[in-house]
């Protein structure tokens, strides 16, 4: 049974970090890729980061230019998302999921399953 449960998110001021986590059970991260993604309030969900199984080799959104790290630990199968020099535009809702397969992919739809969602807002 896949489940991902979230946790991290929070308010933090311009210039502040985060650090998101995203607990993976039913699976292992040995096999299948996590992706974070994000949505607005009136704006579509969007890729953020993603890391393969494997050898861990991880993708990053052009937006994000340096500021976000995504990592993993597997012996406590979870998925962390690293998140620096945060701006008001990074506020939105995060989520972690996986498609099962040991490759990433920034296409929503490709994922059939996902956490339940983490609020960052970045506000002075």
């Known amino acids: 049974q896949v489940q991902l449960v979230e946790s991290g998110g929070g308010l933090v001021q311009p210039g502040g970090s985060l650090r998101l986590s995203c607990a993976a059970s039913?699976?292992?991260?040995?096999?299948?890729?996590i992706g974070w993604f994000r949505q607005a309030p009136g704006k579509e969900r969007e890729g953020v980061a993603c890391i393969s199984s494997g050898t861990g080799s991880a993708y990053y959104a052009d937006f994000e230019k340096g500021r976000f790290t995504i990592s993993r630990d597997n012996v406590e199968n979870t998925v962390f998302l690293q998140m620096d020099s945060l701006k008001p535009e990074d506020t939105a809702v995060y989520y972690c999921?996986?498609?099962?397969?040991?490759?990433?992919?920034?296409?929503?739809?490709?994922?059939?399953?996902w956490g339940q969602g983490t609020q960052v807002t970045v506000s002075s």
């Open positions: 999921a996986t498609f099962r397969t040991a490759y990433c992919t920034d296409y929503a739809p490709s994922y059939d399953y």
């Open positions: 039913g699976f292992s991260l040995d096999y299948y890729a």
